[in-house]
């Protein structure tokens, strides 16, 4: 059987994701980095999983997502209990991997239509 992929020609998506880069489309991000599927922001606040805080999280909010991917590296380290609690108050899910994973993730969610939110976090 043969595969085709379809995608939205203004649709972000993921190429590449490591500890150290994402590769979005053609733009290759050293810091870290929110993506939604119609924009990437470059340099968010955050560069490890301690330093989320309300400003990070108000950057996340703002784009009204369904589900947040957190990659956090080059392994899932879950955020703090009071980070989780501001996502699941509001009914969001908030899933932490490792940043490859949350590459991965995010494409597949961004092509089934879904409003994900992909933060990849980078020491850089």
């Known amino acids: ?17 490591d500890a150290t880069q994402v590769v979005v489309i053609d733009r290759v991000f050293t810091t870290s980095v929110l993506l939604d599927t119609v924009d990437a922001q ?19 909010l703002a784009r009204k997502p369904e ?11 879950f955020p703090p209990q009071a980070v989780l609690g501001e996502f699941l108050r509001r009914g969001i899910g908030l899933e932490t991997m490792d940043n490859a994973a949350a590459a991965r ?4 969610l961004a092509g089934e239509g879904r409003k994900v939110v992909a933060v990849f976090l980078l020491p850089a």
């Open 1 to 17: 059987m043969q595969l085709t992929e379809h995608r939205h020609e203004q649709q972000m998506f993921v190429r590449k994701a």
């Open 42 to 60: 470059a340099n968010f606040p955050a560069r490890l999983v301690g330093e989320l805080d309300t400003v990070a999280i108000a950057l996340i």
């Open 67 to 77: 589900v947040v991917l957190l990659g956090t590296g080059a392994r899932a380290t």
């Open 105 to 108: 993730t995010f494409n597949v």
